[in-house]
């Protein structure tokens, strides 16, 4: 079975940053595009961030356009999300999610579109 571990979350005050880390296991890591979600208290899950299988491309929702980075190390099985300038407005619990679809020529953004979940971590950003 598939193993994701989120961790890295924490508080930390409105303009600060954080770094979140995905650890992946019983996964071919580098065919598998990584996707990062965060969801709020009473809110659906929301989508922050993507990558694609081999790094080259990623994507972002304007939410977090600019502010939040995604990356990933192959050679680690691990994928990142760097999160800078953070709002009060960004707490919530964020998951990381491993595709569906292997080599995947374009981004996955829908929660229907990834097959595994992490289980998840805390950021709390206070104003």
């Known amino acids: 079975q598939v193993q994701l571990v989120e961790s890295g979350g924490g508080l930390v005050q409105a303009g600060g940053s954080l770094r979140l880390s995905c650890a992946a296991s019983?996964?071919?890591?580098?065919?598998?595009?990584m996707g990062w979600f965060r969801q709020a208290p009473g809110k659906e899950r929301e989508f922050v961030a993507a990558?694609?299988?081999?790094?080259?491309?990623?994507y972002y929702p304007d939410s977090v356009k600019g502010r939040f980075t995604i990356s990933r190390y192959n050679t680690k099985n691990t994928v990142y999300l760097q999160m800078n300038s953070l709002k009060p407005e960004d707490t919530a619990v964020y998951y990381c999610?491993?595709?569906?679809?292997?080599?995947?020529?374009?981004?996955?953004?829908?929660?229907?579109?990834?097959?595994?979940w992490g289980q998840g971590t805390q950021v709390t950003v206070s104003s």
């Open positions: 999610a491993s595709d569906s679809q292997p080599r995947r020529t374009v981004v996955a953004v829908s929660t229907g579109q990834y097959a595994y």
């Open positions: 990558i694609n299988w081999s790094g080259a491309i990623t």
């Open positions: 019983r996964l071919t890591f580098s065919s598998y595009g």
